[in-house]
């Protein structure tokens, strides 16, 4: 079942001494996914609205850990930030499990104007990531480098 969600969505953000450590729940996984996905989005661009001009979807592979197919999504996006200056404000989840990962995005482009109150990211880390699967929804936790 694919979920889209849209820009800004709720996340929690944890204490941390020198990054930004977030958490992220959802109604399933790939709801907690596209949440966290989103997160990035309203980061890099300071909450700043981005005018979606293109689309693309994002495919990873399998891992043995739902955390670590979730932190390659977010370093795909990440990637796609740094290299094209694309800020994701719509994301769906089209399949999300330990065979990999499929999103179709919705992308605008980073304005200095509109966002130049977003985080200067350096990457997406391993550090203290979770992600939790249950009968009662999904919760994420991740560090951005900055």
Known sequence: MATM???PQPFEEL???ADIHIRVRGESREAAL???ALVHAQ????GGPVTVTGRETIEVGESADLVLVAIDV???LHDRFLLAGHIAPTVTVLE???TGARL????GHYDPHLHGEGLDIKAVTYHQARFDDGPEGAAAELVFDI
């Open 104 to 107: 179709q995005v919705a992308y």
């Open 34 to 36: 596209a949440r966290m």
């Open 5 to 7: 969600l849209h820009s």
């Open 96 to 98: 999300f499990g330990l």
């Open 43 to 46: 980061l890099v661009s300071g």
């Open 74 to 76: 977010l370093r795909a």
């Open 15 to 17: 204490p941390h001494v």
